[in-house]
């Protein structure tokens, strides 16, 4: 295998003349130019220089690898330096998925963060709901995904062959009408709500929903469904039902003609940003769950 110091000697000794010559050029000793171009011969498989008086010449092989030496050398060069960039974050790339609410709360003041930290980073920032956010994660397009699942879930391994960089806690919050009469009550037990009509989030938050009433003895008569959280309070504040919601997605969204309740038991999920383990390691990737561990505390 040629080596690249194998061509930068090589390159020395064809433009200085000889083995002593090219030793005081790179700062070595003469013996370790005669050996190194002695592993690079072999390695070729064919003579490179001759000796023609007190002068080595290039043999046609010889220039033949000279004249490819030098965009061999410029491309390690400015890969080196490209990598170098990307590992001290002045360059690089990260791309991330998140869920609607974390996009809209946590997401921005970590996005803000790095840009101000590190400019030369690039990221790019696309929205799907988990389960789907994982398979992008594990199918190679995302580096870091923001996910989310309930206390309790079955699926207790889904995420074990993922780095998980714990968030926060999202309570659910009850949602009704203001004219309600639970409303201004201040929290509100799932039972209380068994014979009102819903308006259910999301495929997993649905799932959840259902879940969660059924422990509490009646399964909800869902009149309406949709993953647009303005929506769903839309539909509450127009008096067509009640929801409960994340912590993260009422932050989100301007909650007018709706009053909003503690729920009791807490029904809580586990907020987590995922990547797999070889992008962990990668400066830009991990200085960006950083930067989201920050949002979510802050």
Same mark, same amino acid.
């Given at each position: 295998?040629?080596?690249?110091?194998?061509?930068?000697?090589?390159?020395?000794?064809?433009?200085?003349?000889?083995?002593?010559?090219?030793?005081?050029?790179?700062?070595?000793?003469?013996?370790?130019?005669?050996?190194?171009?002695?592993?690079?011969?072999?390695?070729?498989?064919?003579?490179?220089?001759?000796?023609?008086?007190?002068?080595? /010449?290039?043999?046609?092989?010889?220039?033949?690898?000279?004249?490819?030496?030098?965009?061999?050398?410029?491309?390690?060069?400015?890969?080196?330096?490209?990598?170098?960039?990307?590992?001290?974050?002045?360059?690089?790339?990260?791309?991330?998925?998140?869920?609607?609410?974390?996009?809209?709360?946590?997401?921005?003041?970590?996005?803000?963060?790095?840009?101000?930290?590190?400019?030369?980073?690039?990221?790019?920032?696309?929205?799907?709901?988990?389960?789907?956010?994982?398979?992008?994660?594990?199918?190679?397009?995302?580096?870091?995904?923001?996910?989310? /699942?309930?206390?309790?879930?079955?699926?207790?391994?889904?995420?074990?062959?993922?780095?998980?960089?714990?968030?926060?806690?999202?309570?659910?919050?009850?949602?009704?009408?203001?004219?309600? /009469?639970?409303?201004?009550?201040?929290?509100?037990?799932?039972?209380?709500?068994?014979?009102?009509?819903?308006?259910?989030?999301?495929?997993?938050? /649905?799932?959840?929903?259902?879940?969660?009433?059924?422990?509490?003895?009646?399964?909800?008569?869902?009149?309406?469904?949709?993953?647009?959280?303005?929506?769903?309070?839309?539909?509450?504040?127009?008096?067509?039902?009640?929801?409960?919601?994340?912590?993260?997605?009422?932050?989100?969204?301007?909650?007018?003609?709706?009053?909003?309740?503690?729920?009791?038991?807490?029904?809580?999920?586990?907020?987590?940003?995922?990547?797999?383990?070889?992008?962990?390691?990668?400066?830009?990737?991990?200085?960006?769950?950083?930067?989201?561990?920050?949002?979510?505390?802050?």
């Amino acid at each position: 295998m040629i080596e690249a110091r194998h061509l930068r000697i090589l390159r020395a000794v064809a433009g200085t003349g000889s083995f002593s010559a090219a030793a005081r050029e790179l700062g070595c000793t003469q013996p370790a130019v005669s050996q190194q171009m002695k592993a690079l011969e072999q390695s070729a498989g064919t003579p490179l220089l001759v000796r023609a008086g007190r002068e080595m /010449r290039l043999t046609q092989a010889g220039e033949a690898l000279v004249r490819h030496a030098a965009g061999i050398l410029a491309g390690l060069t400015a890969a080196e330096e490209e990598v170098a960039a990307i590992a001290g974050l002045r360059a690089g790339r990260v791309r991330l998925v998140s869920f609607p609410s974390g996009s809209s709360t946590l997401v921005p003041t970590a996005l803000a963060a790095m840009r101000a930290e590190h400019p030369g980073t690039r990221i790019s920032l696309v929205e799907a709901e988990p389960p789907r956010s994982v398979e992008m994660l594990r199918e190679g397009d995302c580096d870091v995904a923001l996910a989310f /699942r309930y206390a309790g879930a079955s699926a207790v391994a889904e995420w074990d062959d993922l780095v998980v960089t714990p968030l926060l806690t999202d309570r659910l919050v009850g949602l009704v009408p203001e004219g309600h /009469r639970l409303a201004g009550a201040g929290r509100v037990g799932m039972a209380e709500l068994a014979d009102e009509p819903w308006i259910a989030g999301c495929p997993r938050c /649905r799932r959840h929903l259902v879940e969660v009433c059924e422990g509490a003895g009646f399964t909800p008569r869902i009149d309406f469904a949709t993953d647009d959280y303005p929506a769903v309070v839309g539909l509450v504040g127009a008096g067509l039902g009640v929801a409960v919601l994340p912590e993260l997605a009422v932050e989100s969204v301007r909650a007018k003609g709706v009053s909003a309740l503690a729920v009791e038991p807490a029904v809580e999920r586990e907020v987590v940003a995922l990547t797999l383990p070889d992008l962990a390691r990668v400066p830009a990737v991990a200085a960006t769950l950083g930067e989201l561990v920050r949002a979510a505390a802050g």
